[in-house]
């Protein structure tokens, strides 16, 4: 399947992100996470930065890649936007260490 450059741009922008999540949180431990508000606040933005990118990819590249959750994807970003008394912190790590790392791994294949 060949994508547009809009998507293109838009994948690469994600998975760029993915790294820089990636790389920052891999010698992370769950109790460091919880206790250290820059580190938070550094994978929350690039998971928000996912998010929005996600907001930009086409209908058709949505619809031929179900495996990309963009809906969870974008919803998670809005949380995270506008419902800061609303985040789990937990789960954003979990995120982090394993979500992002799949989603790598399937646009990786889009591309």
């Known amino acids: 399947m060949t994508i547009s ?4 741009d838009s994948v690469e922008t994600i998975l ?6 990636t790389s920052k949180i891999e010698a992370v431990s769950l109790e460091q996470f919880l206790l250290d508000e820059d580190i938070q606040d550094i994978i929350i933005r690039r998971i928000m930065v996912i998010g929005e990118a996600c ?3 086409s209908n058709e590249l ?7 959750e963009v809906k969870k994807i974008i919803g998670l970003r809005n949380i995270l936007v506008h419902g800061y008394d609303a985040i789990d912190l937990e789960s954003v790590y979990l995120i982090a260490t394993e979500r992002v790392k799949e989603l790598s791994i399937v646009l990786n294949e889009v591309l």
């Open 16 to 21: 760029a992100f993915c790294g820089k999540i």
């Open 62 to 68: 949505r619809e031929q890649n179900e495996k990309i």
């Open 5 to 8: 450059e809009h998507d293109r």
């Open 55 to 57: 907001t930009r990819l």
